[in-house]
């Protein structure tokens, strides 16, 4: 059975730093990402990570934000520097066994169970 488990959320002051993890089981994916969604807004791409280590970044996260994965542990990772209120959000994970978009949510058929960031001015 196939599962992605977030962790690593929680309360941190603007400016602070959090480090997501997504550990994959039951099969490895070539490509994984990240997406939030905050209080009454739609769910958005955040960072993805495909074969080779290519990343991609939303534009409101790039410079702040660093993904990685690290494929022995079957895990990955997101990096969050310099974070600011409005980064305050559920962070899911997601991985798809498919080609598409990496920025469009539906093409990616594996989610995790979201964890809260909650960021404080």
């Known amino acids: 059975q196939v599962q992605l488990a977030e962790s690593g959320g929680g309360l941190v002051q603007a400016g602070g730093s959090l480090r997501l993890s997504c550990a994959a089981s039951?099969?490895?994916?070539?490509?994984m990402g990240w997406f939030r969604q905050a209080p009454g807004k739609e769910r958005e791409f955040v960072a993805a990570?495909?074969?080779?280590?290519?990343?991609y970044y939303a534009s409101s996260v790039k410079g702040r934000f660093t993904i990685s994965k690290d494929n022995a542990k079957n895990t990955m990772y997101l990096q969050m520097d310099s974070l600011k209120p409005e980064d305050t959000a559920i962070y899911y994970c997601?991985?798809?066994?498919?080609?598409?978009?990496?920025?469009?949510?539906?093409?990616?058929?594996?989610w995790g169970q979201g964890t809260q960031v909650t960021v404080s001015s």
């Open positions: 997601a991985a798809m066994t498919r080609y598409s978009s990496v920025f469009d949510q539906t093409g990616y058929n594996f």
């Open positions: 990570v495909i074969r080779l280590g290519v990343t």
């Open positions: 039951g099969r490895t994916f070539d490509t």
